[in-house]
């Protein structure tokens, strides 16, 4: 019944509600064995795929446009080889179930996936999915994407990213503290909502992402937990050596000659119906990667995180956590690199830290594209910041903390993190509209319940109409408008700045503000920019009359063009199309100042379809016994045969969550179907 695993023998996987599984396991091992099992009846091809990445082997099945990431993936590899006998126990046993897991589905369903026949999985191509080298190609991407963040800031209303909130005892009705986790990414990012469980071990409510066992971004125990969002601190130096003129590939440092380090790596792939060779040199350093050669000069990054291995282990021990002393204390691991992290427990703590292994820096800030020349080792950086010194919050004046991306300064406006006390390589203070609507929502002295949280979670403004509005239709009135200019306008005047799918006059501004950037390319927008001193009732205004009434003008052309009139309900526009559904969609960019964020592609119809933002939330209250809600937009599984995975698209279309079968009698009353695996 069960094949060659005896592991199969100590799970057992419960189907509740929308198909969420609960995993309860002998063991670690075991448990992370039934994970991958699940994953794989969910998600099949997407679970494997990462573990043949993370070995390195992705061009033999896709050829040679994968050859640089497997050369990369190689050199992650023999890190994740030499190190792998350092983690833990609990590590290794998780790392190694899962590979069984995913080994077992496929020997046991060989004709479902055919391309995978022949492959096998070990601990070490899971473990290889969490450990971070510093290579040339992958330095380069690290600069590059730095670059086109910038760019997007200044062109996109998207504002890829998340929020977060945490509610103290003395914000919430039950007297209980509350977590609220809110990411946003692609709708393809392969969130995979999951309980595992090993008695007196283990018990986790979470996010596992699909084929990446420790690429967890947030969920609980019946004690604390936490949730992510992106800080994009500056973790990496790019320094200047001056070259040897007298010996070839050779550098000088504290006066000494010193060659660069030569490693060839060979990647076997698909060339066809054979396999093929090719080969890459890296050029390296024991500060980091060369990245450049130009004029004398040799161009290394050192990046903070190079080479660590323990991100799972960290995880374990977030996970496995009890009390605020422990889960802090394997943050202290530094493990994980980077993003803010909010947290909640039952002791009635809320905390908040800008998580940043950040170098302690010898030299000013150069931005993105300036190298530092050096010439001796006392001025290349050797120490990361003390966790003590990372910017952080325990239980705070008001009883609440946030983050929506921005920097930690305004993390709660009683008590602002002053940037003069932190290193200049941290961030400048920024409160975009995306923060100051999260903050005119909490910012009180308001108690909640967990469902008045969860629809306070769901508001549906457009902060950016309350702040520039009047000032728009006051420009656009005094330029003597046309008949159908001034219709557009009345309508304008009615909305009520929201992006609620009936809602009418959002579609009319966002295609007007999306025009005025345009024609300001990249000046200033607001009379009244945004300031440190003022950060909530700044901005305000319009800068450029000019730019402002002809946007207007022109977005009211386009949308008669493209829609036949400029009379448009958010939801006639904005869509949420998955599977066979299709659904009127309430919510837009972060950009606009919605905190209820999803982002749109053009459909082939010309309406704007969902392709990510809101995805798999939580919110969750550490009462006795813990109540929790959660939502998975596009559901628990990416085949559209399966009943999950259209199930949950109403419930969020309606602003709505599940309840969260956490304790064994939510478990009973939700359950679905219950085995082993091998046996279904």
């Known amino acids: 019944m069960f094949g060659q695993s005896a592991l199969a023998e100590q799970v057992l996987i419960r189907r509740t509600a929308y198909g969420v599984p609960h995993i309860q396991a002998e063991n670690f091992k075991a448990v992370a064995f039934g994970l991958a099992y699940a994953e794989m009846e969910d998600y099949g091809e997407r679970v494997v795929l990462p573990l043949i990445t993370s070995r390195g082997d992705l061009a033999k099945l896709e050829g040679e446009e994968a050859i640089e990431s497997d050369a990369y993936f190689q050199l992650v590899y023999e890190r994740t080889l030499s190190t792998y006998h350092l983690l833990s126990q609990e590590t290794r046993d998780l790392q190694e179930g899962f590979a069984e897991g995913i080994n077992f589905f496929l020997q046991q369903y060989p004709d479902k996936f055919p391309q995978f026949r022949g492959w096998t999985f070990t601990g070490h191509d899971v473990g290889a999915a969490s450990t971070s080298i510093t290579s040339p190609s992958r330095a380069n991407s690290v600069i590059n994407r730095i670059k086109e963040q910038k760019e997007k800031a200044s062109q996109s209303l998207t504002e890829e990213g998340s929020n977060a909130w945490a509610f103290g005892p003395g914000r919430t009705k039950s007297g209980s503290s509350i977590l609220v986790r809110n990411p946003h990414l692609n709708w393809s990012a392969g969130y995979y909502e999951a309980h595992i469980t090993v008695p007196g071990q283990l018990n986790f409510y979470g996010d596992f ?20 969002t992106n800080n994009n601190p500056d973790l990496e130096e790019v320094y200047a050596f001056k070259a040897d003129p007298a010996k070839p590939d050779h550098y000088i440092l504290d006066g000494i000659s010193i060659p660069i380090e030569r490693k060839m790596v060979t990647v076997e792939f698909k060339n066809g119906e054979a396999l093929a060779l090719s080969s890459i040199e890296v050029l390296t350093t024991p500060y980091g990667p060369v990245v450049y050669r130009d004029d004398g000069k040799i161009y290394v990054v050192k990046a903070s995180g190079n080479g660590e291995y323990r991100r799972g282990e960290q995880f374990v021990k977030m996970m496995t956590a009890q009390n605020l002393e422990a889960w802090k204390s394997a943050m202290q691991m530094r493990a994980i690199t980077q993003s803010n992290f909010t947290y909640a427990d039952a002791d ?68 602002v993190l002053l940037p003069e006390n932190f290193p200049p390589n941290y961030p400048k203070p920024r409160l975009r509209q995306r923060s100051q609507h999260s903050l005119k929502l909490i910012h009180n002295d308001n108690k909640y319940s967990l469902e008045e949280v969860v629809d306070l979670k769901h508001s549906m403004g457009m902060l950016l109409a309350d702040q520039v509005k ?52 990249g000046k200033e927008l607001f009379s009244v920019p945004w300031s440190f001193e003022d950060p909530m009732e700044t901005p305000s205004g319009l800068a450029a009359r000019d730019a402002a009434v002809e946007a207007f003008e022109a977005a009211v052309n386009f949308l008669m063009e493209k829609h036949g009139t400029w009379d448009l309900a958010w939801g006639d526009v904005h869509r949420i199309r998955h599977g066979n559904l299709d659904l009127p969609a309430g919510g837009g960019e972060g950009g606009l100042g919605c905190f209820r964020v999803l982002w749109f592609e053009e459909d082939e119809d010309g309406k704007q379809k969902v ?50 079968a956490f304790s064994e009698v939510d478990i009973q009353r939700d359950l679905i179907k219950s085995y082993r695996p091998g046996e279904n």
């Open 209 to 228: 992402r699909i084929g990446g066992l420790f690429r967890i971004i947030g969920g609980f125990n019946d004690k604390l937990g936490w949730s992510t």
């Open 348 to 415: 009635g703590n809320i905390f908040y830290i800008w998580n940043a292994t950040a170098p302690e820096t010898l030299h000013p800030p150069g931005g993105d594209t300036t190298a530092i020349e050096v010439e001796s080792t006392s001025q290349i950086w050797s120490k990361i910041v003390p966790f003590e010194s990372v910017p952080q919050l325990l239980n705070p004046k008001g009883g609440y903390l946030h983050n929506e991306n921005d920097p930690f300064h305004f993390t709660n406006l009683n008590e």
């Open 470 to 521: 009047n000032d728009l239709i006051n420009l656009v009135k005094a330029s003597k408008p046309k008949k159908e200019i001034k219709k557009a306008l009345t309508q304008l005047e009615s909305w009520d700045n929201t992006v609620r799918p009936e809602s009418q006059g959002g579609v009319l501004f966002k295609q007007w503000y999306k025009g005025y950037r345009d024609r300001m390319k």
């Open 611 to 660: 392709r990510g933002g809101d995805g798999w939330q939580f919110a969750v209250e550490f009462s006795d016994p813990l109540k929790a809600y959660s939502i998975l937009a596009y559901g628990q599984s990416n085949n559209p045969e399966s009943l999950h995975h259209t199930d949950q698209v109403e419930l969020f279309s309606n602003n709505k969550m599940k309840k969260v």
